[in-house]
T-cell receptor, first 112, second 113 residues
Framework: DQQVKQNSPSLSVQEGRISILNCDYT??????FLWYKKYPAEGPTFLIS?????DKNEDGRFTVFLNKSAKHLSLHIVPSQPGDSAVYFC???????????FGDGTTLTVKP | DVKVTQSSRYLVKRTGEKVFLECVQD?????MFWYRQDPGLGLRLIYF???????EKGDIPEGYSVSREKKERFSLILESASTNQTSMYLC????????????FGDGTRLSIL
């Protein structure tokens, strides 16, 4: 039973356009959601997060939206840049839990 | 900046060998984690530790054990390496509060021949 799903293995967008990466979860106990970015030959790095008490969190070009009723979150990157090309992982954890459950990742390619 | 250091970037071992992967963090984090990453399977948790000498099984603990004798160091042990343990292994650490993200090392690419 995969509790965090990223249904699109890959996404390709043109530089300057919006990238939208999606993530669905099944566990209603998840309370905190995070996005990580991973370049080849490097470990994942934290990008942005959102608590379940919010529906939006913004940090520069990155915005995460949370729809609790649909158990869905999305990461918007505007405008997309070639340097954003990486694998993006969605992760979720319950309140007061130290460990997160990760999705399988979406490979984003931003074309110049 | 948090630094998570994994002892080897690349490692080649033989079937049946006992393999040690070491991880050190410099931010006094309570939580430490070991994952493996395989194509199409994302990050799968092997073991994690929330304190010295404390450990909990993750999703795929079979064939692995861990050791945390000091707060900054978390070791992953392959008791008898097998070819299906060829993978990228990632170590991570985080603070004790649930709103703190994990910080990852750069990974160890382990090949079992």
């Amino acid at each position: 039973d995969q509790q965090v799903k990223q249904n699109s293995p890959s996404l390709s967008v043109q530089e300057g356009r919006i990238s939208i990466l999606n993530c669905d979860y099944t566990n209603s106990m998840f309370d905190y959601f995070l996005w990580y970015k991973k370049y080849p030959a490097e470990g994942p790095t934290f990008l942005i997060s959102i608590s379940s008490i919010k529906d939006k969190n913004e940090d520069g070009r990155f915005t995460v939206f949370l729809n609790k009723s649909a158990k869905h979150l999305s990461l918007h990157i505007v405008p997309s840049q070639p340097g954003d090309s990486a694998v993006y992982f969605c992760a979720a954890r319950p309140l007061n839990a130290g460990k997160s459950t990760f999705g399988d990742g979406t490979t984003l390619t931003v074309k110049p | 900046d948090v630094k998570v250091t994994q002892s080897s970037r690349y490692l080649v071992k033989r079937t049946g060998e006992k393999v040690f992967l070491e991880c050190v963090q410099d931010m006094d984090h309570e939580n430490m984690f070991w994952y493996r990453q395989d194509p199409g399977l994302g990050l799968r948790l092997i073991y994690f530790s929330y304190d010295v000498k404390m450990k909990e099984k993750g999703d795929i603990p079979e064939g692995y054990s861990v050791s945390r004798e000091k707060k900054e160091r978390f070791s992953l042990i392959l008791e008898s390496a097998s070819t299906n343990q060829t993978s990228m292994y990632l170590c991570a650490s985080s603070g004790q509060f649930s709103n703190q993200p994990q910080h990852f090392g750069d990974g160890t690419r382990l090949s079992i021949l």
